[in-house]
T-cell receptor
Framework: KAGVTQTPRYLIKTRGQQVTLSCSPI?????VSWYQQTPGQGLQFLFE???????NKGNFPGRFSGRQFSNSRSEMNVSTLELGDSALYLC?????????????FGEGSRLTVL | ELKVEQNPLFLSMQEGKNYTIYCNYS?????LYWYRQDPGKSLESLFV?????AVKQEGRLMASLDTKARLSTLHITAAVHDLSATYFC??????????FGQGTRLTINP
């Protein structure tokens, strides 16, 4: 059974550009979450989607956005990139929208902003 | 606002020894997760603890949850080099959001 797949795995952008990251959840999983990992701030919640609806959003500026498609695949977008956006972006999926389900993480997309 | 604190943040130990990583959190929750992360890699799920008093074991690792004390522990028994990694606890804040601890970087020396 395939795990959570994220693309691209590595990318380099310059300040002011925008970036789109993609996540394919485990087959049958309908909830997709995104997290940002940096050495300084650790792991921080970005947002969560279930059945194409954003149900929760973390404390990030509006430059960070996301969406989920009918096949549960998700994308996140960061516009007007800043140096501080350099991070590992992790996508995670769980089978249902209920509480307590195990969260499975992808390998991440490592973004470097120059 | 939920805060999750792990200690120690760095741990260097000898093979064969036992040690415990602590995870304290600030508000009520009865759902806690432990993850392992190797350098440059993603998070690997180790344990899901869903109730007070939950105890789970896998190999040399054992995790427990005390919701009244707002404390979870990850106990390592007879450590081996392969367990060297960074370990994170994460508390389910509700609304599908996990709040992570800072991580404990564990180094096991031969």
């Amino acid at each position: 059974k395939a795990g959570v797949t994220q693309t691209p795995r590595y990318l380099i952008k310059t300040r002011g550009q925008q970036v789109t990251l993609s996540c394919s959840p485990i087959s049958g999983h309908r909830s997709v979450s995104w997290y940002q990992q940096t050495p300084g701030q650790g792991l921080q919640f970005l947002f969560e989607y279930f059945s194409e609806t954003q149900r929760n959003k973390g404390n990030f500026p509006g430059r960070f956005s996301g969406r989920q498609f009918s096949n549960s695949r998700s994308e996140m977008n960061v516009s007007t990139l800043e140096l501080g956006d350099s991070a590992l972006y992790l996508c995670a999926s769980r089978i249902s929208g209920g509480l307590g389900g195990e969260l499975f993480f992808g390998e991440g997309s490592r973004l470097t902003v120059l | 606002e939920l805060k999750v604190e792990q200690n120690p943040l760095f741990l260097s130990m000898q093979e064969g020894k036992n040690y415990t990583i602590y995870c304290n959190y600030s508000t009520t929750s009865d759902r806690l997760y432990w993850y392992r992360q190797d350098p440059g890699k993603s998070l690997e799920s180790l344990f899901v603890l869903l109730s007070n008093g939950a105890v789970k074991q896998e190999g040399r690792l054992m995790a427990s949850l005390d919701t009244k004390a707002r404390l979870s522990t990850l106990h390592i028994t007879a450590a081996v080099h392969d367990l060297s990694a960074t370990y994170f606890c994460a508390v389910d804040e509700g609304a599908q959001k996990l709040v992570f601890g800072q991580g404990t970087r564990l180094t096991i020396n031969p």
